[in-house]
């Protein structure tokens, strides 16, 4: 057997990292006072499918709210027919430096195209949650 005298330097929170959607989701949504249902439109960047799977469990477990993100009940998962339909960025792709600009613009564009008053935006990585209101006033919220 192979053995390495190699010091461990630090950790990497693989973990928290892709699971940024299910922690910033709740937080903004309180501080919007709002809720899932008030929410028309959702575009999330997936890194891959099995990201986004894992926050959807995430995000509908009781039991990971309690134990891993300190409150008392599940945010919910967001309705499969608000999320991401005219694809996300794995079919249509995340040019680096540019993803969050184009999950903003469908955004934008799907609560232009139905009528839809709430968006909600993140990213996997980054932990950002944009809110926006059609009604041409923006206003931001960036949840860490």
Known sequence: MLKLNWKVLGYYLLFAFFFRPTYATPKVLEKAGLNMKDIDAFEFHEAFSGQILANFKAMD??????????????????PLEKFNIWGGSLSLGHPFGATGCR????????????????????ACAA???VRHRSDRQRQFSFGR
């Open 103 to 122: 999950l903003v613009m469908a955004a934008a564009n799907r609560l232009r195209k139905d009528g839809g008053q709430y968006a909600l935006v993140a």
């Open 61 to 78: 477990s009781d039991w990971f709210a309690q134990n891993y993100m300190g409150r008392k009940t599940k945010v919910g998962a967001p």
């Open 127 to 129: 932990g950002g949650q």
